[in-house]
């Protein structure tokens, strides 16, 4: 009677980090980068002169077409097979949700470069599209995080972002690599993803991007 009493609280505990850890898996999805990216170009670079009009349609082609139709089309994916998310994760079903996020992430690239958009918001979705494609390349043998590739991506532009512009980045970089550590530990309490897995994605996601917003 005694032991049950006290496994109660911990039971709780763990049900509570589990429900935490999706809560955080699902808010801060892979998808967001390009918007997080397009929004922080607007706010701290020369293009917060443009008129919100400009703004928000061009936020909003970003959301449509790195957000909600990627996801839309995922889901349907997973409703036509039957399968719940945790079983969407698994390495050998990741491939067909890797396409669709590829696909839908040059068409907003293709998009953007034929309305002449500047370079700073195409490099964003340059960024995002290789860094999709390099995931998706390596989960053929490994299953890298997607999670951490992308708030390392995050972390790499703005570091790029900061010497092109020459700001201090500091507090945003704190910002950054706490959301990192948030995102690889929901990953590993999810039991989708290894230690090695998370940080070969952070890194991934840093490196890369960082190279193509100062070299290109």
Known sequence: MIVKVLEEPFKMNEKNIILTARVVSMVLTPFYLPVVGILAIFTFSYL???PWQAKLS???LVYAFTVL??????HLYR???GWTPIQLGQRERRMVPYVLS???YFTCYYIMSLLHLPHM???ILM???IIQILCAVINVWWKISTHTAAIGGVTGSLIAFSLLFNFNPMWWLCLTIVVSGLVGSSRMILRQHSLEQVTAGFFLGLVSSFLIIIIV
């Open 48 to 50: 917060s002169m443009f």
């Open 58 to 60: 061009y936020i909003l």
């Open 69 to 74: 139709i990627p996801t839309l089309l995922i």
């Open 79 to 81: 409703q036509y097979h």
């Open 102 to 104: 590829i696909l839908c």
């Open 121 to 123: 918001l195409t490099s």
């Open 127 to 129: 960024v995002a599209l």
